[in-house]
């Protein structure tokens, strides 16, 4: 460690569960297996922490989100009454077409709750503060003055994050204020897939699409330097989540289930057979021999064959007749 100052806050989640990244494959999906380029891997980080909040920045906890572009327009609803909605949801409807059922514009304006309610009613409530009688839904007018009150508000939340940011990623020997890792996210997904999977950094690159390495490098190195830059950074966050003994033992147990894995890659029941027992604390020997004594094991040979040939109709109506279905199904 050392690259990596240590974060002042920092959640992984995607990881827990050795047994589904032991089912992850570093090929095409299988008939049960996840593909490592959709493995979900989420992450979270802070680099520093007030010991107290600020007045200024507690703001920012007051504000209710915001569409992200900000693209709001007056929409008069069949009431009568106004509201603003994103331009996003007119554009969506002309996109959706006719016919489909009320599309989210048409909602909004036979009067459903908006997303944006909290916000609205924020910005309400700011102006009443001066204009007590002011509400924004009985005329045009008065919804685009929340309008423009909102525009305002939100210029305000970016001038505070902005501030909010550049306490937490300034020191004095520093150029910029920028997070030391610009993309935890990615980082961690590289040095899982260079740990766990042992892939190279090359093919790595192409997973997440990184930039590729010139050829020349590529014929001299072997390998995409900024790929092993970042599953470096990731490891260091790994590290300081898990601690480093205990990732390493984690990369242990995974690489030996995804070999019990492999094992059975040709094998469709077998695999079932390894998720059930997986499900239940049993055997695949005990799994199996249970199946063919109460029917389900030819279930699963008319459940396989279905999905093989891709029909999604006998395989669906397969399914609803043992609860063992459901059981290997929500592992995958």
């Not at 020349?216 to 966050?237: M, T, Y």
């Not at 984690?250 to 695999?271: F, H, S, T």
Request: aromatic share 10%; proline share 4%; charged share 30%.
């Amino acid at each position: 460690m050392g690259s990596v100052p240590k974060p002042a806050f920092l959640q992984i989640r995607g990881l827990d569960n050795e047994k589904t990244i032991a089912r992850c494959s570093t090929e095409e999906a299988g008939l049960f297996v996840h593909s490592v380029d959709k493995m979900p891997v989420f992450v979270q980080v802070q680099w520093r922490q007030a010991d107290q909040v600020p007045t200024l920045l507690s703001i920012l906890s007051e504000i209710p989100k915001a569409t992200q572009n900000h693209d709001l327009e007056v929409m008069r609803r069949d009431d009568g009454k106004y509201t603003l909605v994103s331009k996003g949801l007119r554009s969506l409807e002309e996109r959706r077409g006719r016919g489909a059922g009320p599309t989210f514009y048409e909602r909004a304006r036979q009067g459903y709750i908006s997303p944006l309610s909290d916000y609205l009613e924020y910005g309400n409530n700011l102006i009443k503060e001066y204009q007590p009688d002011f509400d924004y839904s009985k005329s045009a007018e008065e919804a685009r003055l929340l309008l423009h009150t909102l525009e305002r508000i939100n210029r305000v939340r970016e001038s505070v994050e902005d501030l909010q940011n550049y306490l937490w990623y300034s020191t004095p020997n520093k150029n910029k204020a920028v997070s030391p890792v610009k993309d935890p996210q990615r980082d961690v997904r590289a040095a899982v897939l260079q740990d766990l999977f042992d892939l190279s950094t090359l093919r790595i690159g192409e997973i997440m699409w990184f930039k590729a390495p010139s050829e020349l490098d590529r014929a001299r190195k072997h390998e995409n330097a900024a790929v092993r830059a970042a599953a470096q950074r990731g490891r260091e966050l790994l590290h300081y989540y898990f601690g480093v003994d205990e990732w390493r033992q984690k990369v242990e147990r995974v690489r030996a289930l995804r070999r019990q894995w492999r094992e059975l890659e040709d094998l469709p029941k077998g695999q079932v057979y390894y998720l059930l027992a997986e499900c239940h604390g049993t055997s695949i020997d005990e799994e199996e021999k249970s199946a063919l004594q109460d029917g389900f094991d030819q279930l699963l040979e008319e459940w396989i064959a279905a999905w093989i040939r891709d029909d999604m109709q006998t395989a669906n109506s397969i399914v609803h007749k043992d609860v063992r279905f459901e059981e290997f199904i929500r592992q995958i």
